[in-house]
C-alpha cells in the first residue's frame, strides 16, 4: 500500500499527487514511469515520474482524470492509499549535453516534459520550451517549466491565453529563425507529437518523442504497448517509452490507442453510476 501525501488540484482535471514510494524515488530517472493499481478490482496503467525525493521517499505524479481509472484516483485524498506502485519502468532520458534543444509539451504531457526540460537544463543544454493547451484554465506547470527554460512560449487553441494557435506554431518560426535547435523533444496528444514530427523532419532536426501506448504490465510480456518504429516492431514500456519521432507509425498507433474507446466509455458509464460519485459533479458524495 503506498500512501497519498499531498494532492493538489492544479486545473479542471488535472491533479497533482505526492505518494509515499521510497523504493521508487531511490532509482527514479528522467522518461521514467510507473504501473499503478488503485485497488484490488482496478486496472493497471502507465503514468510518467514527474519528480521524486529521496530524503522524504516520495514520488510525484501529475495525472488527467479521463478514465475509470484516473477518476477513480481523483476521489483519493491525503492520508489514503492506493494499492499498487511498480517501478520505475522504461528507458531513462538519453541527455545529452552542448545543444540547443526546443522542449514541447501539449496538455498534460507538459508534467512529463518537465523533468526531461530539468536533466536537459541541468546538463547545460540551451532550451526553448513551448507548452500548449486547448485553453488558459488548462495550462499547467508555467512557473517550473520557465525557470528550466532559455526562452519559454505558451500557446492555447482559443487564445485565452499568451499566442493564440498551436505549439507548431511557434515552433516553426524558431526553426525558421535559425537558433541553431538541433533537437526537439515533444511530449503530448499523439496527433500534436506526429505534427510535430512532420514539421521537423524537411529541417532535418532529430525529434524524440514518449509514446502513451496502450500497456497493462510494463515489462514487455503482454504485447500490448507494441509499436512500428522504423518499420520493425517495438514495445513502448522495454524499448521506449521514447523514440525517433520521423520513425513512428502514428496513424497505426492512432488507431490501436482507439481500439477499445467503446468499452473504456462503458466502463466510466459503470463507475459513475456507483454510488461513491456525484453524478453532477464527478466527486465523492
Known amino acids: ?45 502507465p503514468l510518467t515520474l514527474v519528480d521524486s525525493n529521496t530524503d522524504t521517499g516520495t514520488i510525484t505524479l501529475i495525472v488527467q482524470a479521463l478514465g475509470k481509472t484516473t477518476k477513480a484516483l481523483a476521489l483519493k485524498n491525503e492520508g489514503d492509499f492506493i494499492l499498487d506502485v511498480m517501478g520505475p519502468l522504461g528507458n531513462p532520458t538519453p541527455i545529452e549535453s552542448g545543444k540547443t534543444i526546443a522542449c514541447i509539451g501539449g496538455g498534460v504531457g507538459t508534467a512529463e516534459l518537465y523533468p526531461i ?14 507548452v500548449g493547451a486547448r485553453s488558459k484554465e488548462l495550462v499547467i506547470l508555467e512557473k517550473e517549466m520557465e525557470q528550466v527554460s532559455d526562452k519559454f512560449y505558451i500557446t492555447t487553441d482559443d487564445g485565452s491565453y499568451k499566442r493564440k494557435g498551436f505549439v507548431t506554431d511557434q515552433l516553426k518560426e524558431l ?6 535547435i538541433n533537437m526537439v523533444y515533444a511530449i503530448g496528444p499523439l496527433p500534436m507529437m506526429r505534427a510535430v514530427s512532420n514539421l521537423t523532419k524537411p529541417y532535418n532536426v532529430r525529434t524524440l518523442v514518449s509514446l502513451n501506448a496502450v500497456m497493462v504490465d510494463g515489462t514487455g510480456m503482454c504485447g500490448g504497448c507494441r509499436v512500428t518504429v522504423n518499420g520493425k516492431m517495438k514495445f513502448a514500456c522495454v524499448d521506449g517509452p521514447e523514440f525517433e519521432g520521423h520513425e513512428v507509425d502514428f496513424d497505426e498507433m492512432l488507431l490501436r490507442n482507439h481500439s477499445y474507446t467503446d468499452m473504456e466509455k462503458i466502463s466510466i458509464d459503470r463507475f459513475l453510476e456507483e454510488p461513491h460519485v456525484c453524478r453532477r459533479e464527478g466527486m465523492a458524495s
Open 1 to 45: 500500500m503506498y500512501c497519498i501525501i499531498e494532492k493538489k488540484v492544479l486545473a479542471p482535471t488535472i491533479t497533482k499527487y505526492l505518494i509515499e514510494a521510497p523504493y521508487v524515488a531511490r532509482k527514479r530517472k528522467a522518461g521514467n514511469f510507473v504501473i499503478i493499481r488503485v485497488d484490488e478490482t482496478g486496472e493497471r496503467i
Open 117 to 130: 526540460t530539468k536533466a536537459l537544463k541541468d546538463a547545460g543544454n540551451t532550451i526553448y520550451t513551448i
Open 175 to 180: 526553426l525558421d529563425a535559425n537558433l541553431g
